[in-house]
């Protein structure tokens, strides 16, 4: 839902030039997005973090991991994050308190298509 709003609003102000000069900011400060990454995974996950936060949408980092502290993409200058939770403690109570289950691309992405754990967590989120 809250991707279609998201692509919603923008046509329709872009497309109606009325609707710009009335448009109101939305409050999201209640929207709570869990972000899932590996070892390896891309900057793009600070840039869309960081987009959410300046929104005031709630970001969670969970991590498939061993370890709270996430390896970026090694190719890269290390930016290592800490992780809120890992996988292996999420309950499928603990994720339905989240309104969007958000996976940054990279080359993190064979680390997590690979693994049955993480593609059945993806898929009871």
Known sequence: MVLVVALLVPALVIS?????Q???AV?????????LVT???GWNYFDTKDRFESWGVNV????????YIISSNPNLEPRPITAE???????PEMVS????????SGGQWAGLIANSTVLTFISDA
Do not use: K, R
């Open 27 to 35: 409050d999201v400060s209640d929207i709570n997005v869990l972000m």
């Open 39 to 41: 070892d390896g995974f």
């Open 97 to 104: 308190h989240f309104d969007c289950l958000y996976i940054p």
């Open 60 to 67: 969670t980092t969970v991590a498939h991991s061993l370890d």
């Open 16 to 20: 109606n030039p009325q609707i710009a």
């Open 85 to 91: 939770l890992l996988i292996t403690e999420m309950t």
């Open 22 to 24: 009335t448009a109101e």
